[in-house]
């Protein structure tokens, strides 16, 4: 079992930046791809990136590459995502997610999730 714990959402001005963190308990986390999702009202939920156990391979939905890193520190726990050029269309809720072994772009494929935070991006 994984448990996951979103921080980090506010509110944020076009161009600005936001860094969410996620805390993980569950003695076998460091063996779990982990990734981030968002969903906006109305709208399904999303791929935004996703970073294998070890960290070395990380994916992006186009959208977000270029401004969005993914980034994991399996001593504390924590997975990150580092939000940068933030447009209004990124506004979301955004969740964390837990899978094992690879990672993948479709949400029900990953079996555990946080109860996400929120990120409004205004114009």
């Known amino acids: 079992q994984v448990q996951l714990a979103e921080s980090g959402g506010g509110l944020v001005q076009a161009g600005g930046s936001l860094r969410l963190s996620c805390a993980a308990s569950?003695?076998?986390?460091?063996?779990?791809?982990l990734g981030w999702f968002r969903q906006a009202p109305g709208k399904e939920r999303e791929f935004v990136a996703a970073?294998?156990?070890?960290?070395?391979?990380?994916y992006y939905a186009d959208s977000v590459k270029g401004r969005f890193t993914i980034s994991r520190d399996n001593a504390k726990n924590t997975v990150y995502l580092q939000m940068n050029s933030l447009k209004p269309e990124d506004t979301a809720v955004y969740y964390c997610s837990a899978k094992s072994g690879y990672g993948s772009i479709n949400y029900v494929d990953w079996n555990y999730w946080g109860q996400g935070t929120q990120v409004t991006v205004s114009s």
């Open positions: 569950g003695r076998t986390y460091a063996s779990y791809a």
């Open positions: 970073i294998s156990w070890s960290g070395g391979l990380r």
